[in-house]
């Protein structure tokens, strides 16, 4: 789970809660909601809620409308998961990361209230969030779906202001469903009577499933390419509405697919009703780490000065994210690009990897460090060789990137990728 040194009385009781439920992931709302009963049903004392559901982008989109809202003067609460360094990334309380003690605090009151029952840890842990979210004034919660939706322990809000849907593909089958279809309708769980909807880029049959629930629902959809749009147009960031057109600078956020995401926050800050103002600091002022995010301090980025290669880490691990990531590579100037990736079994690899077969030199792959279900190097590094990647598995990250760092050359590029697990690892413990 990736918890701190520093944080010891949390970690402690992290630990405990891990060990209440044997699954990991199980979806159902039984559970959460007899703690919440337990609790005094904070849920319902929660400030107004922006609920955010999709396969990629959630966070980016969460990032981006804090940084709108906050700009307006807004005391905003926001709920995000997994963490990449420590736990307390996960809570934020009208603005700033939750204190050590204050998430102690909120943890053993959840952990005594649900008296050993079996709940598993995202359920308690969410429900902590939720008490610490309902005791402190805020104008707004930002609340985003940890899996899913439709049965997430997220989804307990009946009245939320407004939904987000951001672009539905493939990740999570075994919970979700085989089909994008499928995967909509978990994401469209999200979708409340009377609550408009801000619907990101989709395929056909993802959005006729969204479609279909808002219809049922008399939720007001905002869709993309039908309500609003938002283009990348001469180093500039057009979004148009039906309130018509605005032109901000591109958001600072980097990738194609951050259009597409800044898009999304912008509709939803323009259907609470906030300004030109708030949507420029959106794109402008909103940070999100390890989303192509250039590591400049630590040891590992101290490797890649001295050798002359930029060194970039993202957390993408599903085969949109590839794509995403690899498109932006391509459209850099360019530069020979080296790859260190570790994954989890779970994920589809070789999707993930085919896009950067016609740009990468090569992949040096790596197991993730303490991660129950990640994928061993070896067997990375043959899913990489099958989609026409140079491959091979390297012992330590260290040694990884050393070995990337001598393919890419001076001037060139290093990417370390595949796992939101690693990009903690790489972030908590080399800068």
């Known amino acids: 789970m990736g918890f701190d040194a520093h944080d010891a009385a949390s970690d402690a009781i992290l630990t405990r809660l891990l060990s209440l439920h044997p699954k990991i992931i199980d979806l159902t709302l039984d559970r959460v909601h007899r703690l919440l009963g337990a609790m005094g049903d904070p849920e319902r004392s929660l400030p107004p809620v922006v609920h955010i559901a999709g396969t990629n982008g959630k966070g980016s989109t969460q990032a981006m409308m804090r940084a709108g809202l906050e ?3 807004g005391r905003v609460h926001a709920y995000t998961s997994p963490h990449l360094a420590r736990f307390h990334e996960r809570i934020r309380i009208a603005g700033a990361l939750i204190e050590e003690a204050h998430l102690a605090a909120l943890l053993e009151e959840c952990e005594r209230a649900n008296g050993g029952a079996p709940i598993t840890f995202f359920e308690i842990t ?6 610490g979210f309902a005791r402190t004034p805020a104008d707004w919660l930002l609340l985003e779906v940890g899996l899913g939706g439709r049965l997430d322990a997220t989804n307990v809000v009946d009245r939320p202001r407004l939904t987000v849907i951001t672009p539905v593909s493939f990740d999570h089958e075994q919970y979700l ?20 909807c801000v619907v990101g880029p989709q395929t056909d049959e993802a959005f006729a499933v969204i479609e279909a629930r808002a219809e049922a629902l008399g939720a007001p959809l905002i869709a993309e390419g039908r309500d609003w749009t938002a283009r990348a147009e001469r180093g500039r960031l057009v979004f148009e509405d039906g309130a018509g057109l ?9 990738g194609p697919h951050q259009i597409d995401n800044a898009g999304a926050a912008i509709a939803g800050l323009r259907a609470l009703g906030f300004d030109d103002a708030a949507c420029e600091a959106a794109v402008t002022a ?16 101290d490797m890649a000065a001295a050798a002359g290669v930029e060194l970039w880490l993202d957390g993408g691990h599903n085969v949109a994210a590839g794509a995403a990531v690899a498109a932006w590579f391509a459209a850099r ?22 896009p950067f077969a016609p740009l990468a030199e090569s992949l040096t792959t790596v197991d993730i460090p303490g991660a129950q279900a990640g994928l061993p190097a070896a067997t990375l590094a043959d899913a990489g060789g099958r989609v ?9 990250i260290a ?6 760092l001598a393919d890419a050359g001076r001037g060139g590029r290093a990417l370390i990728c595949g796992s939101l697990y690693l990009a903690g690892y790489v972030l908590r413990d080399n800068g």
């Open 126 to 131: 969410t429900v902590a969030a939720f008490l």
């Open 399 to 404: 040694d990884a990137l050393q070995k990337a």
């Open 333 to 354: 100037p360019p530069a020979r690009l080296a790859m260190v990736c570790g994954m989890l079994e779970t994920k589809d690899a070789a999707g993930y990897l085919r």
């Open 388 to 396: 026409g990647l140079r491959a091979a598995p390297a012992p330590t």
């Open 286 to 301: 909103a940070e999100w780490p390890a989303r192509l995010q250039r590591l400049k301090r630590g040891p590992l980025a």
């Open 177 to 196: 469903g085989r089909t994008l279809g499928k995967i909509a309708a978990e994401k469209a769980g999200i979708i409340k009577p009377g609550a408009p």
């Open 246 to 254: 605005l032109d901000l600078p591109l958001p600072n956020l980097p």
């Open 71 to 73: 700009a307006a003067g």
